[in-house]
DNA sequence: GGAGGCGTGGAACGTGTGTTCTGAATCGGT
DNA sequence: ACCGATTCAGAACACACGTTCCACGCCTCC
């Protein structure tokens, strides 16, 4: 009577869940065996190595209940991290990872936003401000922003550009004006300036700002 | 060498939501001991009950890590909710409910927020803003701003103040010069004004601004 | 058929962990 | 100063829990 070999693990990983969701704390292994009506408590530990070792969970050794969910958003609340990947400035280069499959594990900052701050967009990052450019926008030194990857914008939003000829990115609001494009900083004292819209690629489109408290 | 009551309580109080941010599942008895360097285990459990006694935490017996916080926002997931108590602008009066027990259930709108933005403070309130006196401090109308109670406030600090001569509420920074005080908006069009010490009372401190998107 | 890998059963071990008990120290009010 | 209530210290107990070990059935491949 064999189970095909991710059936009881999926089944495992739907008890911890609403295991989760009920109790507020994981469950321990004997939890998890009468939950699922498994025979050992070796068994479970077995497939939870396995379930540690494709990374859907994450165990502390030697600790009881240390089970934490890695897999669908962590835990099911209102709050998302999202990966701080890089500074944007005026002026200064960024490297962006690639834009697709941003992996938080690799990132060592993230910060904790609500999910309405997203509200639903996928794939969002953050980057931390540099400078004052945006300062009449309410975004200071030190913010940091919730960009969402896009390749255009409409008039007038805010995104991070990357010019190609000088090779830098920068956090500005875009105005198309015919084959040229204006950049336009949030700061009375600052002045708008023009590129070509060939040389411009977006990077990304402001979602919201979380203030550096 | 005693501590008042409820410091050692609320000390613990804060180490369970920093722990449980951290590990995503709750500590030991013994975690707390050390976390808090508490000298027994029985101390820990001994302010444990008093907490669940005054409703802050829930416990199941007998289970280990088996806490749960129910005081701010229920899971210690990272995202609470804040009740929205009322309005504040420069000019209008404003009825705050009693410093103390705000109930979230009473009142109908809530943010959400991350604990980090709150950092363990206790009864945290939000105002929404109106007017943009508090422009230059990127707070902007229609903006809520996090408040801690509290009825003095350092040099300098933004705070939402009452007036009792004119029955008014209003979020400035306040100055202390000699026996008046000298409320400062933070913009650049607008000019500070002076009130009698005896006539303000402060309301609760300015913790955070979440942008209305 | 034999070897090896994989999932399973059952049990035992060591320790992490909640609980409880006994006293002492501290506090608050009369 | 006295006394009850509260808080704290330290130890011990009982068991919940993670871990490990060994044996067995099942499958695949040579």
Not at 49 to 58: D, F, M, Q, W
Not at 145 to 163: C, F, H, K, N
Request: glycine share 8%; charged share 30%.
């Amino acid at each position: 009577m064999k189970k095909s070999r991710s059936e009881k693990q999926q089944r495992i990983l739907d008890f911890i869940r609403t295991f989760l969701e009920k109790h507020d704390y994981p469950p321990s292994i004997r939890d998890i065996q009468s939950g699922c009506e498994i025979s050992s408590t070796s068994v479970v530990d077995y497939n939870l190595k396995a379930l540690e070792a494709r990374g859907l969970i994450r165990r502390d050794r030697e600790v009881s209940r240390a089970i934490q969910l890695v897999g669908t958003g962590g835990r099911g609340g209102g709050a998302v991290e999202v990966p701080v990947v890089g500074t944007i400035a005026a002026g200064e280069p960024l490297a962006l990872p690639s834009q697709e499959g941003i992996d938080p594990r690799q990132v060592d900052e993230t910060v904790t936003v609500t999910q309405e701050m997203i509200r639903g967009r996928d794939q969002v990052f953050a980057l931390r401000v540099r400078g004052t450019s945006m300062i009449d926008a309410l975004i200071n030194d030190g913010d940091i922003v919730l960009m969402e990857p896009t390749d255009s914008v409409a008039d007038g939003e805010m995104a991070a550009v990357y010019l190609g000829s000088s090779n830098e990115t920068t956090f500005k609001r875009v105005y198309r004006e015919g084959k040229r494009v204006r950049l336009q900083p949030e700061n009375a004292t600052m002045q708008p300036f023009h590129v070509d819209a060939d040389d411009l690629s977006v990077q990304g489109r402001f979602v919201g700002v979380v203030r550096a408290l």
